[in-house]
């Protein structure tokens, strides 16, 4: 069973670069898509964007210009950088893998979450 | 504002069954697949339903999903006080070329 674990600082100032990775275990990340998806406090779900192995990309409308995802195969993990946070981008942020082919989204396997900050 | 439209909140009684809406569009819903998601506070969303109404291993069948048109359905029957949490319906947008997810519902089990 796929598991997996989101590290990165949990603080990060304003203005400056949030940087996450997850960690793939228990299986390869050479199949499914990887996702990023985060939650603000007391907030609903929101789909940051996702990364095949191949290196493509999609990212949401409202946070393409500051996101950027990555992928490592050689260390199983996928990362995600946005760029000039503000205390908007306060919140929980998840990975998931997610099944998407033939109109089929779904996100079967997530982290545990990691609680980002933006503060001074 | 979600594209995915869902009442903030539903409550029943134990043993009784509710339902979940979810609404969107031609862009998503009526032509991609729903997915819903069970998150308890503090813990990460858990897969429920995918593919409208097909449920992943170890979820029990109390639990299910359907769609029509531009709208889908979530269902719990038998409803235990261990189902109190927030429900989340998810799909892809072939407009905005992004995965969507519903606002929450969150489920009391009064």
């Known amino acids: 069973q796929v598991q997996l674990l989101e590290s990165g600082p949990g603080l990060v100032k304003p203005s400056e670069t949030l940087s996450l990775t997850c960690t793939v275990s228990?299986?390869?990340?050479?199949?499914?898509?990887w996702n990023w998806i985060r939650q603000a406090p007391g907030k609903g779900l929101e789909w940051i964007g996702f990364?095949?192995?191949?290196?493509?990309?999609d990212c949401n409308p409202s946070l393409k210009s500051r996101a950027t995802l990555s992928v490592d195969t050689s260390k199983n993990q996928f990362s995600l950088r946005l760029r000039s946070v503000t205390a908007a981008d306060t919140a929980m942020y998840y990975c998931?893998?997610?099944?998407?082919?033939?109109?089929?989204?779904?996100?079967?396997?997530w982290g545990q979450g990691t609680t980002v900050t933006v503060s001074s | 504002q979600s594209v995915l439209t869902q009442p903030p909140s539903v409550s029943a009684a134990p043993g009784q069954k509710v339902t979940i809406s979810c609404s969107g569009s031609?862009?998503?819903?009526?032509?991609?697949?729903v997915s819903w998601y069970q998150q308890f506070p503090g813990t990460a969303p858990k897969l429920l339903i995918y593919?409208?109404?097909k449920r992943p291993s170890g979820i029990p069948d109390r639990f299910s999903g359907s769609k029509s048109g531009t709208s889908a359905t979530l269902g719990i029957t038998g409803l235990q006080t261990g189902d109190e949490a927030d429900y989340y319906c998810?799909?892809?947008?072939?407009?905005?070329?992004?995965?969507?997810f519903g606002g929450g519902t969150k489920l009391t089990v009064l």
């Open positions: 593919d409208n109404n």
């Open positions: 228990g299986g390869s990340i050479s199949s499914y898509y």
């Open positions: 998931a893998s997610m099944y998407f082919w033939g109109g089929s989204s779904h996100m079967d396997v």
């Open positions: 031609s862009s998503n819903i009526e032509n991609n697949y």
């Open positions: 998810g799909t892809w947008d072939s407009s905005l070329s992004a995965v969507i």
């Open positions: 990364i095949y192995y191949s290196g493509s990309t």
